[in-house]
């Protein structure tokens, strides 16, 4: 098992953020200009975020916004691949597998109740977490609801 990068960060979330690059991006850029038509929009704080092509190539990044601006500070996150991305490239914050196992794990549970298989999918046991309820189809989770 791979360790879990987020374990001990503090990330922001933000309901339906969705924006795209204002400019090119390079395979090793680490500084990245993003569409916000309201600074607010995305506030002070570490982001993982996920960059997707029109033919579904995907790259799950941390972002960290400070004093305006915003920085790459870790790209090729979850086994995805850092790639150059063309300015007009849909930017969206994801819950990802390994941000839902942290979720899982802070929640008291031994690491061992649940199986990560690969980034993209995590098999949660049959008996009943005390704060999240997954759906699961063919060992990948589908849905997660607050209990």
Known sequence: ???????????????????????DLSQSDIDVALELNDDALLPEGVFILVFESDSGERE???????????????????????????????????????????????AGNAFVAASYIAPSKLTIPATTH????????????VDVVMN
């Open 60 to 106: 799950i990044v941390e972002v960290t916004k400070d004093h305006g601006c915003i920085l790459l500070s870790q790209r090729a996150l979850e086994d995805t691949t850092a790639k150059a991305w063309p300015a007009g490239t849909r930017v969206e914050m994801r819950l990802t597998a390994e941000i839902i196992q942290c979720m899982y794990n802070a």
């Open 130 to 141: 005390p704060l999240l309820r997954f759906t699961t189809a063919g060992g990948a989770i």
């Open 1 to 23: 098992m791979r360790p879990i990068q987020y374990i001990s960060k503090d990330l922001t979330f933000i309901n339906f953020f969705s924006t795209t690059t204002s400019s």
